[in-house]
């Protein structure tokens, strides 16, 4: 199949004129490629279509209805249903209290994760000292080890820290797990920039801290950006961390979705679900949408080298 | 790293004694967490799974009264079939049609940049949101098999939430929906750095495409596919999330997970033991996983 595309691009460079045969040519194989490639993309668009367009039915509507098919009449009223109304146990105040909780999570853990494992790869790259490189590769194994293996005793540290269902313990908690991937995706950018700058400023007399602020951080936005992007969506994806570290009130928006959605008791709104997890789902794939090649390189740089 | 060997220059004394107290303490979470979390807390879990731990952690040994009453549950064996089955499957799966996805993109398409958001979106979202957006897509009553039914064919049936033999097929069917973009994106990257002339050569002796793909190419990708084969298993041991969202581990245990259990031993049923023991053996598997690809990695480094 790519032979023969190759072989008719190739004398046409040379040819010049005889632009438009060798492509109807092609497309017999052309066709076969794009429509298995649509057909793969109907398979990862399917769900989010169907996500939204029962999000925009009301429920009798729904229950009638075909899934896939669009909404005859289009109502906002599930989004507003499942900010402002839905209901957890008790509480009736909707997804907006799991929303709050989750910005009040992210911002802090994203700030701070990424503080500590840019230091960390700044150090481990410039300032090399005696074991530096095995506490990084016993950082890099910890990557592996499955969380329930370390779940228990944090409850116990953070209990004897006095954190144990506090913000700021799963702030902590998500500060510890992803310290490995980001140390090793710091670590790689700035072993990448040339050594003399280092030096540069060593015989100008900056000190560690000096070279790290005023030299490394200025040229190395692209790479926090990077970073950011991972830990936004990384941490607000998180359920596990959440579940076990907050208390219900203090519940990310993945837990509270959760709870929403398959509780037992009532009756099945499903249109304010879908539009509950859509949500949800909102502001991992805006940065996914927005950050485009950015985000791919994220999960690049940590995938290739973890 | 060559800053190390410029200080091992002359000035190496003075230098250690002065500069460095201040990176040691700079680097201070990083050597805390790999010493106090990683090795610290997986140790104290794994000699607490030799205790009679239950409500609250006990220092009282028992040996491996823990394992052999793990071994005996009916729901750890689920469990550990479940994820086997699973781990198999899914890895198999996602590596196949992430590469046929990586190969057709590298057909020089056109809005390939279009393909590439489409396979990789569901990336972005969490396991609860997939497994949700699933749930609804194969309820009985309102997704495929509803709208089957309601074409006029009454008895057609899809319902692989409800039945324990196809319960992880529905499973697997939303696994593969987050997590293959992924893996056709690693992929795709990889082919791109495969030398042209491969393609030229094999051309010029008349090798049909899909012959170089499997002779060739692939091989050549292998280091992008040991990449992405650790990536997959290390997270199919952990999968939990997906499991809580879709089914909760039914119908009856029929996709109940390893994680699932630890959680389950760990907080709700104050049976501490039985979670460490379960959570040391997820931590075993992972390392059967680990030891070979590091041995194979660092190995062929050194060689090279």
Redesign the interface.
């Known amino acids: 199949?790519?032979?023969l595309?190759?072989?008719y691009t190739a004398p046409r460079r040379l040819a010049g004129a005889e632009g438009a045969k060798p492509k109807r040519r092609l497309s017999g194989n052309r066709i076969m490629?794009?429509g298995?490639?649509c057909l793969?993309?109907l398979?990862?668009?399917?769900?989010?279509w169907?996500?939204v367009m029962?999000s925009l039915k009301g429920m009798p509507e729904?229950?009638v209805g075909?899934?896939?098919a669009p909404p005859v009449e289009v109502t906002f009223q599930p989004w507003i249903k499942a900010w402002a109304e839905a209901c957890t146990g008790l509480n009736c105040d909707g997804l907006s209290r799991g929303f709050w909780n989750s910005v009040k999570i992210t911002v802090p853990s994203v700030i701070l994760s990424i503080i500590?494992a840019s230091?960390?790869g700044?150090?481990?790259?410039?300032?090399?000292?005696k074991g530096?490189e095995i506490?990084?590769g016993?950082?890099l194994?910890?990557a592996?080890?499955?969380?329930?293996?370390?779940?228990?005793?944090?409850v116990?540290?953070l209990r004897e820290l006095g954190l144990m269902g506090d913000v700021w313990g799963l702030v902590l908690v998500h500060?510890?797990f992803g310290?490995p991937i980001l140390?090793l995706l710091f670590r790689n950018y700035f072993?990448s920039l040339p050594?003399e700058l280092?030096?540069a400023a060593r015989v100008d007399g900056a000190?560690?801290?000096g070279i790290f602020f005023r030299v490394l951080v200025p040229m190395s936005l692209p790479i926090f950006t990077v970073a950011m992007i991972l830990q936004v969506?990384g941490i607000?994806?998180?359920?596990?961390f959440g579940v076990?570290y907050t208390k219900p009130e203090a519940y990310p928006m993945?837990v509270q979705?959760?709870n929403i959605?398959?509780s037992v008791q009532g009756v099945k709104e499903?249109n304010v679900?879908?539009a509950a997890?859509l949500i949800?789902?909102l502001v991992?794939?805006s940065?996914?949408?927005l950050s485009?090649k950015l985000?791919?390189r994220g999960?690049?740089a940590g995938?290739?080298k973890? | 790293?060559?800053?190390?060997d410029?200080?091992r220059a002359p000035a190496r004394r003075p230098r250690?004694l002065i500069?460095?107290p201040?990176?040691?303490i700079?680097?201070l979470?990083?050597?805390m967490?790999?010493?106090?979390?990683?090795?610290?807390?997986?140790l104290?879990?794994?000699v607490h799974s030799f205790t009679k731990s239950k409500l609250l952690?006990s220092t009282q040994f028992v040996g491996f009264d823990q394992y052999e009453r793990l071994w005996g549950t009916r729901r750890w064996l689920a469990s550990v079939e479940n994820i086997a089955i699973y781990g198999v499957v899914a890895l198999v799966f996602s590596l196949v049609l992430g590469f046929v996805?990586a190969a057709?993109?590298d057909?020089?398409?056109r809005a390939e940049g279009a393909?590439?958001?489409?396979?990789?979106?569901?990336?972005?979202?969490?396991?609860?949101?997939t497994g949700?957006?699933?749930?609804?897509?194969l309820?009985p009553d309102?997704?495929v098999q509803?709208?089957v039914r309601?074409w006029g064919w009454e008895s057609f049936t899809f319902d692989p939430l409800h039945n324990p033999d196809t319960v992880l097929a529905a499973m697997l069917m939303a696994g593969l929906?987050q997590g293959t973009?992924?893996v056709a994106?690693?992929l795709l990257?990889a082919l791109r750095g495969v030398d042209e002339d491969i393609?030229?050569a094999?051309?010029v002796d008349g090798v049909?495409?899909?012959k170089?793909y499997i002779f060739v190419v692939i091989p050549i990708l292998r280091p992008?596919f040991m990449?992405?084969t650790?990536?997959i298993a290390?997270g199919i041991?952990?999968l939990?999330?997906l499991v809580?969202?879709l089914t909760?581990g039914g119908p009856g245990i029929a996709s109940e997970m390893?994680?699932k259990y630890?959680?389950d031993a760990?907080?709700n049923k104050q049976n501490?033991g039985q979670?460490?023991a379960?959570?040391?053996m997820?931590?075993v598997s992972?390392l059967l996983i680990?030891i070979p690809w590091a041995i194979f990695e660092f190995g062929g480094k050194k060689r090279g």
Request: aromatic fraction near 18%.
């Open positions: 199949m790519v032979d595309s190759q072989t490629i794009y298995i490639l793969i993309s398979y990862y668009i399917l769900p989010l169907v996500m029962t729904v229950r075909n899934i896939f500590v230091v960390n700044y150090a481990l790259v410039n300032w090399k000292f530096s506490f990084f016993i950082l194994f910890g592996f080890i499955p969380y329930q293996v370390m779940i228990y005793p944090i116990i540290i500060t510890i310290m140390t072993a050594e280092f030096k000190g560690f801290w969506t607000w994806n998180d359920f596990l076990i993945t979705l959760n959605v398959n499903y679900n879908m997890t949800t789902g991992p794939l940065i996914y949408l485009g985000f791919v999960i690049a995938a290739v973890g | 790293m060559s800053v190390t410029h200080a250690r500069s460095n201040m990176a040691k700079a680097a979470p990083m050597i967490t790999a010493l106090v979390i990683f090795i610290g807390c997986s104290w879990t794994v952690p996805i057709l993109m057909q020089k398409v393909f590439r958001t489409i396979i990789l979106f569901p990336y972005s979202l969490s396991f609860i949101v949700l957006v699933w749930q609804w897509i309820n309102f997704g509803g709208i309601g929906w973009g992924l994106v690693i990257a393609w030229k094999s051309r049909p495409a899909w170089t992008a990449t992405a650790v990536l290390t041991v952990k939990y999330d809580v969202a909760n390893p994680a630890v959680y760990m907080f501490l979670g460490f379960a959570s040391t997820m931590l992972v680990l």
